[in-house]
């Protein structure tokens, strides 16, 4: 039987501080109306002063291997996928792994920003086929709040901070990732950057995008991989129980299941409430729907998203 990456468990973790979009409209020239129908955004999680990235993925990976019944120790992988680390070196997933008291393990950060959970999972997918690792925790984490310009009402509004994890397990099996699909594509470098960086500028820097341009692309590009990702599979959109996209407009999921035909009672949204986590927001949208029943062991879930760069990706997967 074919041995693959199978999700035993899942977690997730939001700061404790929740903002309305009434509260953003105190301090931001915005309205609730505004955020509401261009993005369908009503909430969002902001991380307080003990708050960091490495510490809400390290309680998203805790509830995800509680979920699975699976011993931190039992890990030889952490992949964590951020845009945002606690400190440009060392990688966020060693200190994951050390909160969790894993003295020994394969652990590193991969950046693709609102892809990065695509990419991280397709990593540890990869190497638990080749029998590099057996266990992996596969993290998103961000703390977007932080890169921010505050004084931006056209991006200010639209982000969030949080994380989710998943268990990767190799099982020979029915279930497991049957595919992936990953894409990058460097010219639109310009349309969603952060305007500084250790070899730059020095400094972080903050978060700058072209929104409508980004928004036009997202469209076309997730469509296109998401039906590529099922052709790998040799699968079909009417095969399909669930998609969990990246959260990072309503509209843009409404377009994307459109184009596709899909009904959009079989998309996750969690947008309304977690707003744009980056990386994180595909785990939590899985988390959100597996804790409230809606996604069943044995359903077809198609997991998708699109980030700076341009990158982008989508992943079959048998729960
Ligand atoms: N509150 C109130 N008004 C706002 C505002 C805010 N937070 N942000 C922008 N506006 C104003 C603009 O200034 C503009 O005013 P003007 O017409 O007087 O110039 C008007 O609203 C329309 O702005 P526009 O940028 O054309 O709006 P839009 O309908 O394209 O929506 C986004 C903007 C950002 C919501 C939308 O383009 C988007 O979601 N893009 C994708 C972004 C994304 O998801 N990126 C992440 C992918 S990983």
Redesign the pocket.
């Known amino acids: 039987m074919t041995l693959r990456a199978v999700i035993k468990g899942s977690g997730s973790a939001l700061p404790a501080r929740r903002v309305s979009n009434a509260e953003l409209a105190e301090t931001?020239?915005?309205?609730d109306e505004?955020?509401v129908e261009?993005?369908g955004i009503r909430f969002r999680h902001i991380a307080g002063e003990h708050e960091t990235t490495a510490t809400l993925a390290t309680d998203a990976a805790r509830r995800a291997l509680e979920a699975a019944g699976i011993a931190a120790t039992d890990v030889d992988l952490i992949v964590l996928a951020t845009a945002t680390p606690d400190q440009t070196f060392p990688a966020s997933a060693t200190k994951v792994q050390a909160a969790l008291g894993i003295n020994d393990c394969v652990a590193f950060d991969v950046q693709a920003?609102?892809s990065g959970f695509l990419y991280a999972m397709s990593v540890a997918d990869s190497m638990i086929r080749g029998g590099g690792a057996n266990t992996a925790l596969v993290i998103g984490a961000e703390t977007f709040s932080r890169i921010l310009d505050w004084e931006d009402?056209?991006?200010?509004?639209?982000f969030g901070d949080g994380a989710g994890a998943v268990v990767l397990q190799a099982e020979a099996g029915e279930a497991g990732i049957l595919s992936v699909a990953l894409h990058a594509d460097g010219r639109h470098n310009q349309l969603?950057y952060v305007d500084g960086g250790p070899s730059t500028t020095g400094t972080v820097g903050k978060l700058r995008?072209r929104?409508?341009e980004?928004?036009k692309h997202?469209v076309v590009n997730l469509a296109t991989v998401l039906g590529e990702t099922l052709a790998k599979a040799d699968l079909s959109i009417a095969d399909v129980d669930w998609v969990v996209p990246?959260q990072?407009?309503r509209?843009?999921l409404d377009a994307t299941a459109r184009k596709l035909g899909l009904s959009p009672d079989k998309v996750v949204v969690t947008v309304d409430e977690h707003a744009?986590t980056?990386a994180a927001s595909v785990p939590l949208a899985f988390d959100a729907a597996v804790r409230d029943g809606r996604i069943k062991r044995g359903d077809l879930i198609v997991f998708e998203?699109?980030?700076?760069g341009f990158t982008w990706g989508a992943a079959a997967v048998r729960y």
């Open positions: 931001v020239d915005t309205s505004w955020i261009r993005t920003v609102c009402r056209t991006t200010c509004v639209l969603l995008m929104g409508p980004v928004f997202a990246h990072a407009n509209r843009i744009n980056s998203a699109m980030g700076g």
